[in-house]
């Protein structure tokens, strides 16, 4: 499944930016369940609520403030993006995640579209509706 996104938001791209630095910060964004591992060499287990196996990711490049691609191991095979355009009203979110289950083999866009896309999706919102919060929440201050 491939899940694109364009979102555009009124605060500081590096505030945004920060969720992204490794998979480790995707916490702080969608709230996931549990710890996350360090597996080394820039690899972090990241548990998502409602699944059993956790997202296996690590960065694979980045540009602070403007761009951080990722890639998943283990269970998830898959690969990222997010870009940051500066704009006159404050940072544009593009991208997208592919992601599938690995094992499933020809099961899998079956799989995904009947149970994971919409749990996939939903993550993604989560962190959307945090950072609409966060701009609310910074306008009430600068109110």
């Given amino acids: 499944m491939i899940i694109r996104f364009e979102h555009e938001f009124a ?4 505030e945004i930016y920060s969720y992204f630095r490794t998979p480790a910060d995707w916490t702080r964004l969608y709230g996931l ?9 820039g690899w972090f287990a990241v548990p998502l609520k409602g ?9 694979t490049e980045q540009k602070p403030h403007e761009l951080v691609r990722w890639v998943f191991k283990g269970f998830w095979r898959g690969r990222g ?6 704009t006159a009203r404050g940072v544009v979110v593009e991208g997208y995640e592919e992601i599938a289950a690995r094992w499933l083999f020809f099961l899998s ?6 149970f994971l896309e919409r749990r996939f999706r939903a993550i993604w919102e989560i962190g959307w509706h945090r ?8 306008r009430t201050e600068h109110a």
């Fill in 81 to 86: 993006e997010v870009r940051f355009a500066q």
């Fill in 51 to 59: 699944f059993p196996f956790p997202l296996v990711a690590r960065n």
């Fill in 109 to 114: 866009p079956l799989v995904e579209r009947l």
């Fill in 33 to 41: 369940a549990g710890d996350v591992e360090d597996r080394g060499y």
């Fill in 131 to 138: 950072l609409r919060k966060r701009e609310a929440g910074r």
């Fill in 11 to 14: 605060l500081p791209v590096e």
